[in-house]
């Protein structure tokens, strides 16, 4: 099939198999975590904070991961970030095991998770147009995106099999060695990311002033800087609905229960995947600007019908659609930024748009409640679709956006 085709690359089908089961390991330790916070604490603040701990760190450093990943061999900065990793769920599930564990001890895993992700993630996006040939660069990033959305999904089922069989400890163990895993599917890469470092002429600046370089790059280019910018304000217009406002919908609005909220939890992940699967195919993305902003607009049309008297099968379409028009736009936007951007400064630019990303989500998620227990949460989902529908649409006025082919 021609969204495997990537795969045919050794060193990219290593990449990808490290990180696919890294990334199970990653929700299997999220929600063996979240039932060892729950026993331990009973407590919805202490795992607000072990979120918290995860995030603040991210964004503090994602900058200066930016500046590392262009300095350092790509491949080098992955595989001590997966060394950091296993050691630090280790430690937890040494902790565990012998009794000992305690929240601060979580807290402390997570604000070191969140501060090692920070380098991890701009490496691998700047480190695959280095492993697949362009015109396969959307087959390796479909297959990306869709070992996360994979992972969403049997992440949480092996957790709560781990859980059961083993105690959180047991699922510590495996998240653990999940990470050992991925570092040695790395290994074979060594040679390939440090040959590209020798080929670079990397001049020895300031990490401000690289960090500078990288922020005038976005700046430069109007593609980069709306889109970044607009698509923050959307993540926060689409995913505060999702996040805080759908259990109270399914509650108070659908006649529903855990299992109705169970399903739309599960449509969303699996509109992704279709998403992924129809757009890996290609092996060129045309009209790539209005694709990311038509999609865009079509999951903001599919949100807002949340917010309507449609009948359960009319969303549960529309969830699907919802999640496919978002990864089609996901997908779309990172192969712009392999292909816009020089390889030499894809690593900081990579870390500013996830950045811009994640950075206002905190404040929509303390939006997103505030709004849905003043107006109700069909409100917030209408008008959160809609805010995602008009800002798409402004951004799509822009000549640069229509141009991009």
Not at 19 to 27: A, E, H, K, L, N
Not at 178 to 198: G, I, K, N, Q
Not at 279 to 287: E, F
């Amino acid at each position: 099939m021609l969204l495997f085709r990537s795969l045919t690359y050794r060193p990219f089908a290593l990449l990808w198999a490290g990180q696919t089961i890294s990334r199970i390991g990653d929700y299997l330790y999220q929600i063996a975590l979240a039932w060892w916070v729950l026993e331990q604490t009973g407590s919805a603040t202490a795992m607000g904070a072990v979120l918290i701990c995860s995030l603040v760190p991210m964004l503090l450093f994602l900058l200066i991961g930016g500046v590392a990943v262009d300095r350092l061999p790509r491949v080098q900065v992955m595989l001590a970030s997966d060394l950091a990793r296993g050691t630090i769920v280790s430690g937890v599930a040494i902790l565990a095991t012998t009794q000992q564990l305690e929240v601060w001890h979580v807290l402390i895993a997570s604000l070191l998770f969140g501060l090692v992700d920070a380098f991890f993630q701009p490496a691998y996006t700047a480190l695959v147009p280095e492993l697949a040939p362009r015109e396969h660069l959307p087959s390796a990033n479909s297959l990306t995106s869709m070992s996360h959305h994979l992972g969403r999904v049997a992440g949480p089922m092996l957790g709560a099999a781990a859980v059961a069989l083993g105690g959180t400890s047991g699922a510590f163990a495996v998240d653990a060695a999940s990470f050992f895993v991925s570092a040695v599917c790395l290994l074979p890469l060594l040679d390939r990311s440090a040959s590209r470092l020798r080929t670079l002429d990397v001049p020895h600046t300031s990490i401000l002033r690289d960090v500078r370089e990288g922020i005038g790059t976005v700046l430069g280019a109007p593609v980069l800087w709306i889109s970044i910018a607009v698509i923050s304000v959307c993540n926060i217009a689409l995913a505060s609905p999702y996040t805080v406002a759908l259990p109270f919908l399914v509650k108070s609005h659908l006649n529903g229960d855990i299992h109705t909220l169970g399903l739309f939890y599960a449509l969303f992940p699996v509109g992704y995947i279709i998403g992924g699967v129809w757009l890996g195919r290609s092996t060129r993305i045309r009209r790539r600007g209005p694709t990311i902003y038509v999609a865009l607009i079509t999951a903001g049309l599919m949100l807002a019908m949340f917010g309507l008297p449609v009948p359960l099968l009319g969303l549960a379409l529309a969830a699907l659609i919802n999640g496919a028009a978002l990864e089609i736009s996901g997908l779309t936007w990172t192969n712009v930024l392999q292909e816009v951007v020089p390889g030499d400064k894809l690593g900081r630019v990579a870390s500013i748009d996830t950045l811009g990303s994640y950075a206002l989500l905190p404040l929509g998620f303390a939006l997103g409640g505030w709004a849905t227990d003043l107006a109700g949460p069909a409100l917030v989902f209408l008008v959160g679709g809609l805010l995602t529908v008009g800002f798409a649409a402004l951004a799509l006025a822009h000549p640069a956006i229509r141009a991009l082919d």
